[in-house]
């Protein structure tokens, strides 16, 4: 008889939480916490999402998304998660770039930046002073019209070097380009500014786990292989989720599948007002990613000086739509040492990134696509050689990934590694006015993407669904006029 996934799930909760990303995990963290009953469901075999990791024989363990991320993980995690988190947050200190414009190392902070700029780049410290304060200046709800080029345009005219080193890292972070607006550029750059980029010690595994320990201690039902196929919204609000053939009952879900994928997937698009409809439409999806993953054999390290994260380049001008080329002259090599896992065995591993668009590779036949991801690595390897001498003869293991990869596990349309673009947050903070008790968390745009920022949405999105349920479970008042 085939294993029933939901045999510890109740007929009925407060909350469904559809998908065990980092916003689906905290956002059943926040109302676990607040007192609701609730069920978490994912279709994988494991919970985390795009925040994920894999074992290969010999003790390799590669991270999928554990590049960077802002030092605000810190802070979220000690509040939405536990101390045990947060303490685990470290720095990654050799942050370098090589490409034809510059070669440099840097902490990736305020103050090394200003030092970059003003001593390498030969910009004013009162154009880099500016330029810093204006992007901290930036919020969430500021005209949105300025577009990052028109920001960079202002305060560096004709700066392409300066330019690509502004940029290059968020556009890899986020998939950010120089159209989008600029405040989803200032917000997510001087984030990272503030102190620098940090890693989780432990590794991914470890990160997840923990989470996991901590959602079942606060009374969360957690089911894996548990794929969720249609949200019941009939008379306009939520009533049930379909999954693995069974109807859960519940006041309300948090859906941190693509945001596309819920409104004409799981929910239906003749549950939505029209205008509403036509708007979704116009929402476009991010870039995924290829990558290649590459363990050193046992005894074999490589020299911290290489860098933690290296963004490198064979390209002589920066430009986005280069990134999403097939012809590759851009990658982002994750170097990660034995210190990543110290309670692990001592491993040197590599993860070189690379954007990438879902149709290169979707269409291809099955010779073809094996075939492309055999050039992938053979051109990764040669690539890589320049920093890691001699790389073939070093590994233990290689092997490639392809947003046909990132698909197949997340269910993300076009395998999306940041969701949707930035027109996808009004479309998900509106959901709740088309449908009663509908909610989505998850990447959207570009500030709510990343580990922090789908952290941070899954907070928000909690406790408005909070909020919601209490307001149901109100007596109605009644007026005496
Ligand atoms: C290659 C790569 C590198 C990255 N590097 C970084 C980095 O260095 N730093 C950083 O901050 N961010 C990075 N990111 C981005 C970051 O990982 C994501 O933005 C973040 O993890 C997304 O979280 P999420 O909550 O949006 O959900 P996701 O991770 O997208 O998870 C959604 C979950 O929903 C589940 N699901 C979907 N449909 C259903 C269904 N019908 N029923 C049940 N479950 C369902 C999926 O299986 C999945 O587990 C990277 C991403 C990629 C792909």
């Known amino acids: ?4 996934f939901l045999q510890h799930a109740k007929a009925e909760y407060d ?18 916490r607040a007192g609701r009953s609730v069920l978490l469901l994912e279709q994988h075999y494991k919970l985390g999402g795009m925040a994920t990791w894999f074992k290969r024989p010999g003790g390799h363990i590669f991270d999928i998304s554990l590049h960077g991320f802002p030092y605000g993980m810190v802070k979220s995690c000690r509040r939405y998660w536990t101390k045990e988190i947060a303490d685990s947050i470290v720095q990654l200190k050799n942050i370098r770039f090589d490409n034809p414009m510059f070669s440099l190392t840097t902490t990736f902070n305020r103050d090394d930046f200003i ?26 709800y500021d005209d949105q019209s300025m577009t990052t080029r ?18 290059e890292p968020i556009t890899y972070a986020n998939g950010s380009t120089l159209e989008d607006p600029a405040i989803s550029y200032g917000i997510v750059f001087s984030n990272f500014m503030s102190k620098g980029v940090f890693t989780f010690e432990g590794g991914t595994d470890k990160f997840i786990g923990l989470m996991e320990q901590e959602l079942r201690k606060n009374g969360v039902d957690v089911c894996i292989r548990a794929d969720v196929t249609r949200v019941d919204c009939r008379g306009g609000r939520v009533r049930a989720v379909e999954v693995n053939g069974r109807t ?15 409104i004409f997937g799981l929910v239906g698009e003749e549950y939505f007002d029209k205008s509403f409809v036509d708007e979704a439409r116009t929402v ?44 590759i002259t851009s990658r982002t090599y994750s170097f990660y040492y034995p210190r990543t896992r110290p309670e692990g065995r001592p491993r040197c591993l ?70 949707t673009k930035f027109e996808g947050l009004a479309v998900s903070r509106a959901l709740p006015q088309q449908v009663t008790g509908l909610y989505h968390a998850g990447s959207v745009g570009i500030i709510m993407s990343g580990w922090l920022g789908a952290m941070n949405y899954g907070v928000i999105v909690a406790n408005e669904v909070d909020a919601q349920l209490m307001k149901a479970a109100k007596p109605a008042l009644t007026t005496t006029t």
């Open 1 to 4: 008889m085939p294993r029933d």
């Open 15 to 32: 909350v469904v939480v559809i998908g065990s990303g980092l916003a689906g995990l905290t956002a059943a963290n926040v109302l676990a």
């Open 115 to 140: 030092r970059l700029l003003t001593s390498d780049f030969k910009v004013s410290p009162e154009s880099a002073s500016a330029f810093f304060d204006t992007a901290r200046g930036m919020n969430f």
């Open 150 to 167: 028109e920001l960079f345009d202002k305060f560096f005219p004709g700066r392409e070097d300066v330019i690509r080193l502004l940029m």
């Open 248 to 262: 859960i009952r519940c006041g309300a879900v948090v859906s941190n599948a693509n945001l596309n994928a819920t």
């Open 284 to 327: 476009r999806l991010n870039n995924s990613s290829t990558q290649v993953y590459m363990a050193l054999k046992p005894e074999e390290r490589i020299d911290e000086s290489t860098g933690d994260l290296l963004f490198s380049s064979t390209a002589p001008l920066f430009r986005t739509e280069m990134l999403l080329s097939r012809n």
């Open 350 to 419: 590599i993860v070189s990134s690379t954007n990438a668009n879902f149709d290169d590779w979707a269409k291809l036949s099955k010779e073809e696509y094996e075939a492309s991801k055999q050039n992938l690595i053979a051109t990764t390897l040669d690539a890589l050689d320049k920093y890691v001498p001699n790389v073939r003869e070093r590994l233990a293991h290689v092997e490639a990934s392809t947003p046909v990869t990132f698909h197949h596990y997340t269910k993300h349309i076009n395998g999306a590694s940041f969701g």
